[in-house]
């Protein structure tokens, strides 16, 4: 079992940058691939980036790749979403979610994983 919670979230100006945080619960947090998720009102949710057990891989959406990047650190058990270069279309909820293993194309569904977090509001204002 493995309990996830994000934090991190906020009001920041188009252009400027934010880290969201992870922190999971429970010892298997390592062994697991995480994932970065996000959900605006009245859409669908939307892959935005993952990261493999090791912290080897990643792989990210193409609306993202470049302006943010994802890291963890099994020793402290959390996940990292450092986003640049900001923009209106990116304010959501942020989700993190922890399955599987490695990384594949089924990274960016939502089924590949088995835990959730409860979300972090992100707003940039244009």
């Known amino acids: 079992q493995v309990h996830l919670v994000e934090s991190g979230g906020g009001l920041v100006q188009a252009g400027g940058s934010l880290r969201l945080s992870c922190a999971a619960s429970?010892?298997?947090?390592?062994?697991?691939?995480m994932g970065w998720f996000r959900q605006a009102p009245g859409k669908e949710r939307e892959f935005v980036g993952a990261?493999?057990?090791?912290?080897?891989?990643?792989y990210y959406a193409t609306s993202v790749k470049g302006r943010f990047t994802i890291s963890r650190d099994n020793a402290k058990n959390t996940v990292y979403l450092q986003m640049n270069s900001l923009k209106s279309e990116d304010t959501a909820v942020y989700y993190c979610?922890?399955?599987?293993?490695?990384?594949?194309?089924?990274?960016?569904?939502?089924?590949?994983?088995?835990?959730w977090g409860q979300g972090t509001q992100v707003t940039v204002s244009s």
């Open positions: 990261i493999s057990w090791s912290g080897g891989s990643t």
């Open positions: 429970g010892r298997t947090f390592s062994r697991y691939a």
């Open positions: 979610g922890a399955g599987g293993r490695e990384l594949s194309i089924r990274s960016r569904y939502g089924e590949s994983y088995d835990y």
